[in-house]
């Protein structure tokens, strides 16, 4: 079976943004660390989805018949995706928070973590949602 090439296209951007985000995790893990158990957890998840986008990217170009495990693959890092958005809500909530107490201003905390976690996940979310489409287009060819 042939996969398709917007498979193809979104396992290579995988393969690169998977690697990258893998050595940004990495590096930023220490400064997470120091925001308590959510940056902690945030760093984690970091890094489980930098590796699954490398295995969803590695897995996505091969020539094996192996469409099941990309579909389990993208829906992996569609959940991620979205916790990643609602941590990143809470993170930026209480930084911008603590920031705007320290400035006199109230409030600023939420609409910032709110619009900051949004904007994460829907980023997050598209790579998953073209590559689980490239998977139907080669499950239909």
Do not use: E, R, W
């Not at 992996?76 to 911008?96: F, H, K, R, S, Y």
Request: with cysteine; hydrophobic share 60%.
């Amino acid at each position: 079976m042939q996969k398709s090439t917007l498979l193809k296209v979104i396992s290579i951007l995988f393969i690169i943004f998977g690697a990258i985000n893998l050595i940004s995790a990495f590096t930023s893990f220490g400064s997470n660390a120091s925001l308590g158990a959510l940056g902690v957890v945030s760093s984690i998840l970091a890094i489980l989805s930098a590796a699954l986008q490398l295995g969803a990217g590695i897995v996505g170009i091969q020539n094996k018949d192996n469409l099941d495990l990309c579909k389990k693959l993208a829906i992996g890092l569609i959940v991620l995706a979205v916790i990643n958005g609602i941590l990143t809500i809470a993170l930026t909530t209480i930084v911008a928070g603590m920031v705007g107490a320290a400035m006199g201003s109230t409030g600023v905390g939420v609409a910032a973590g709110v619009v900051t976690g949004l904007l994460s996940m829907a980023f997050g979310l598209l790579l998953p949602i073209l590559y689980i489409v490239g998977v139907n287009k080669s499950h239909n060819a």
